[in-house]
């Protein structure tokens, strides 16, 4: 079954797809908006255009569709696309909870639909780079990996101000930041959950949080999002107790550091600084650390569509379950939970 995708919202996101999933040999079938502005663009785009979601959906020729419309419209769109046969695709996040992603899959298993959610992030190239090292042993044994997202644009536009809209950046990138990291080390157990969660320039919605995840098998990651720190730190550091990592963004510019041979040689002795004498936190001296290029990664993002065609066409797993976005989608209302009673979550899995 080749993909005739329709696409609900014809907002940036869908635009998106829309210019994009044809790489992957997916056929544009039809969009939709209900916002007059964005008919002209679609049609001079060469779309075949509808003006409401019940009719795109009513479109024989549409056998799939994503949903990039606000957050709290995915569980809606999706039951209707369900109830009309349609192959559904959510922009994440897939639902608002738990309960309603539930709801959901239920729906979709009804009417014997693929269902699943589109988590681009887990093609990034520099979350690639930190899951290679991770796989491959390369720093040894991992105590903690840092994830972290700055900028300094700071307000939110448009409908992400605003809860009844899922708007919030737990809901916009809290979401990536929390599926990469299971990603990374499937199959561990989460062993305590963290969050402080703040409204910094926003009075509905969040705009900062912090996550602290400790896991079973002794990695701690530390997951941080803000809109408005002004200087940004590196977007990855891992640690290993055989090396370093840092990504700095997403560009994905950084080393790998190791201990070099002449900082295994020196001796104990308590050295001189400016805040005074110290022994462990002395400079290191020149050769002590070596520097090393980071693992290299081939990665598409169009991949994830082709992983869409070889499940309708019976010949692969998804690489996005939605087991797997239950997990999520878990992680995050814990977060809430533990933010707002400034608790740990403790033996969440």
């Known amino acids: 079954m080749k993909i005739k995708l329709g696409v609900i919202g014809f907002g940036g996101m869908g635009k998106w797809h829309a210019q994009n999933a044809p790489r992957a040999g997916v056929e544009i079938a039809a969009v939709c908006d209900i916002k007059e502005e964005r008919w002209s663009e679609a049609e001079e785009m060469g779309f075949k255009l509808y003006k409401s979601a019940d009719e795109l959906l009513a479109d024989s020729e549409v056998n799939t569709v994503i949903l990039t419309v606000p957050n709290h419209l995915h569980k809606e769109m999706c039951l209707k696309a369900a109830a009309t046969g349609k ?29 699943t959610a589109h988590q681009n992030r887990r093609w990034d190239r520099d979350m690639l780079i930190v899951k290679k090292a991770y796989d491959e042993g390369l720093l040894g044994n991992i105590f903690t990996i840092e994830s972290k997202l700055h900028s300094g644009n700071g307000y939110m536009h448009e409908w992400h101000l605003y809860k009844k809209y899922g708007g919030g950046m737990i809901y916009d990138w809290g979401v990536h930041l929390i599926d990469q990291a299971l990603f990374m080390i499937p199959g561990v ?11 910094v320039l ?95 990664v081939e990665t598409d993002w169009v991949d994830f569509y082709e992983n869409v065609q070889g499940v309708l066409d019976g010949t692969e797993e998804s690489k996005i379950k939605i087991s797997e976005v239950r997990r999520v989608l878990s992680v995050m209302e814990a977060a809430w939970e533990s933010s707002k009673t400034n608790k740990a979550i403790i033996d969440f899995e």
């Open 87 to 115: 192959n559904v695709i959510t922009e994440k996040p897939a639902a608002m909870n738990v309960a309603e992603l539930d709801e959901m899959e239920a729906a979709c298993k009804k009417a014997g639909v693929f269902f």
């Open 189 to 199: 157990k989460i062993k305590s959950i963290y969050a402080d969660i703040k409204n």
């Open 202 to 296: 926003h009075e509905e919605v969040d705009d900062y949080f912090k996550i602290i995840l400790k896991m079973e098998n002794g990695v701690t990651f530390h997951l941080e999002l803000s809109t408005y720190i002004l200087e940004y730190q590196p977007r990855w550091l891992v640690a290993g107790d055989k090396g370093t990592i840092i990504v700095k963004s997403f560009g994905c510019e950084g080393a790998l550091y190791r201990t070099g041979d002449m900082l295994k040689k020196l001796p104990p002795q308590i050295t001189e600084t400016v805040a005074g004498p110290t022994r462990q936190f002395a400079p290191v001296p020149p050769g002590g650390i070596v520097e090393e290029s980071l693992p290299q």
